[in-house]
């Protein structure tokens, strides 16, 4: 099962969206937010549905791959991408195997 993972930033604020089964959850954070972690939140929270969600495979596809390089960084990786590691092994635990992805490499793969 795909999950999409959106984030926006403008003089109002941050926003994210998070689709699923053609449902979308939106979330609002202060504007002081940066894309950056507004994008690691995007995922936690995807993860988070996942660990709640037994039943399937899950790939989270992300329009930015800036975000997935960090949460691979298994050497100098930042506090957020910690967190999603961390997330990451849990769901791993629970052999919900959860995959990220850009979306770039998801369309192209798919062609």
Not at 29 to 40: G, I, M, R, V
Request: charged residues 25%; glycine residues 2%; positive net charge.
């Amino acid at each position: 099962m795909e999950i999409h993972t959106d984030v926006s930033k403008n003089d109002e604020g941050v926003g994210i969206s998070i689709i699923k089964n053609n449902l979308q959850s939106l979330f609002k954070l202060p504007s002081t937010c940066s894309t950056y972690t507004a994008e690691a939140v995007a995922i936690l929270l995807a993860i988070k549905f996942i660990n709640k969600n037994h039943n399937q495979k899950y790939i989270i596809l992300r329009d930015s791959l800036s975000s997935l390089i960090s949460v691979k960084n298994k050497f100098n990786p930042s506090d957020m991408a910690i967190q999603i590691q961390n997330r990451l092994e849990e769901a791993k635990k629970e052999q919900h195997y959860p995959s990220l992805m850009d979306t770039w490499t998801h369309r192209n793969r798919h062609q």
